[in-house]
């Protein structure tokens, strides 16, 4: 199907007969969809809302300037307010449209607070963000809205590649203090989906697959044509709660501080430090890091801390803990895996960001949270 054609809809109520106890209960996972101008997230979306494949799934398209068919169909925007209709589609999923009249935030709100009226219709929720939108501001709004945390939590974050054209747009210059959205919208990803991968010879391809590890050493990378996924690869990340933390663990094992792809880009690094650590201490030293932005490189750039996951161990606390970060926000969530007794306690974080100085860092936590 190309970009512009429009779904075939049917009529939808907003009363929601049939709905169980159970589906109105429990909280719905949010996945937001990323992705730079042209990499092949309206397709995807697109494929998802066409496709037979048995999942009930709201989409919440955003989009500027005029859109596409299917957008037009959708949006309706009077007096400069916002009004959304949901039109549920043949395939069992809903779709909304929503303008951005005026900022992201409360449209994305007013949108998914409509939605939450048709809970019992749908089991997961995927937001599109435009093409050059920080999907980091996007994910806040979930950890802010203590309403809002009530009815659904944040999945992950999928980021959308163009093979073809991604390098470029992953490597372009930016003018001092500005970031690369592209590397940006790679950097907060949970999942990386490498699109067009026909358009491009097995050594460009290898080239993007570099230049996105280098940049997100820790998200799991998908390659596809034209933006055909399995769903299974897309939701149920968990990427943001604590059940994230036996596939976090593994992943620590074995993650490498990576190079960077460009000498101010974003690039992954990573440490491990063994013992105990005090809470408010590492509280101290997250919030010196992400609030305060103190510390430098050795060129004298302050680091700026895009992304920061790990795993701590709190002393007092049978299991470990995961420490999630988005920009300046950052969550502290014990999770289902113990300390198993006579176990080498250990604390892994993974930082992901500019200006980034491994040993620096690593000597600050060193001195500010350890027992």
Known sequence: MEDEDCPDLVPIDAGGEGETESSCSRKIPVTIITGYLGAGKTTLLNYILTEQHDKRIAVILNEFGEGSALEKSLAISQRGELYEEWLELRNGCLCCSVKFVSSYRDSGVKAIENLMQRRGKFDYILLETTGLADPGAVASMFWVDSELGSDIY?????????????????????????????????????????????????????????????????????ETQRSRVDLSNVLDLHAFDSLSGISLQKKLEHLKTAHAHLDKGIITVTFEVPGNIKEENLNLFIQDLLWEKNMKDKTGHTMDIIRLKGLVSIQGKSHQVIVQGVHELYDLEETAVPWEEGEKRTNRLVLIGRNLDKEAIKEVFIATVMV
Request: aromatic letters at 0%; charged letters at 30%; hydrophobic letters at 40%.
């Open 154 to 222: 944040l999945d992950g974050i999928v980021s959308v590649v163009d093979a073809k054209h991604g390098l470029q747009h992953l490597t372009e210059e930016k003018p001092e203090g500005l970031v690369n959205e592209a590397s940006r919208q790679v950097a907060l990803a949970d999942l990386i989906i490498i699109n067009k991968t026909d358009l491009v010879s097995e050594e460009e391809l290898n080239k993007v697959r570099m230049c996105v590890r280098s940049i997100n050493g820790l998200g799991k990378i998908l």
